[in-house]
């Protein structure tokens, strides 16, 4: 079975591990669903402040329902900010350190 890397001692790897779209995807994704069920859960259950706007004569939106959106928003943008950043320095280290055919050409000095 091969490891990843070429058989050669001074051969260079053959394998290249970038990061995954997909996982960061994920986990900014995870962050606003978790921020939304925690909007949710403080909007249906507490009755914190005046009523800002009034929905029905028994159902209104409160000033903490307001309050806990902007903070779970916050967190969440926090989050899907970090993780992008975390994605772009990856990838930009992965290809610095293995190279990109893409970017081959604008990096290499023709004699």
Known sequence: MN???????????????R???????M???????VAAVVTL???????????VFTLT???GLHAGDVVAAVLM???A?????????HYWAASRRARRSYGD??????YRYRY
Not at 3 to 17: E, F, H, K, Q, T
Not at 77 to 85: A, Q, R, Y
Request: include cysteine.
């Open 73 to 75: 928003s916050l967190f």
């Open 57 to 59: 004569k028994t159902h």
């Open 77 to 85: 943008l926090t989050v899907t900010i970090c993780v992008v950043v």
């Open 27 to 33: 986990v900014a994704l995870c962050a606003w669903a």
């Open 101 to 106: 055919r893409r970017y081959d050409d604008r």
């Open 41 to 51: 859960a403080v909007a249906g259950e507490t009755k914190i402040g005046p009523v």
């Open 19 to 25: 990061p995954s779209g997909v996982t960061h995807t």
């Open 3 to 17: 490891p990843g890397y070429a058989s050669l001692r001074d051969a260079p790897r053959v394998r290249v591990r």
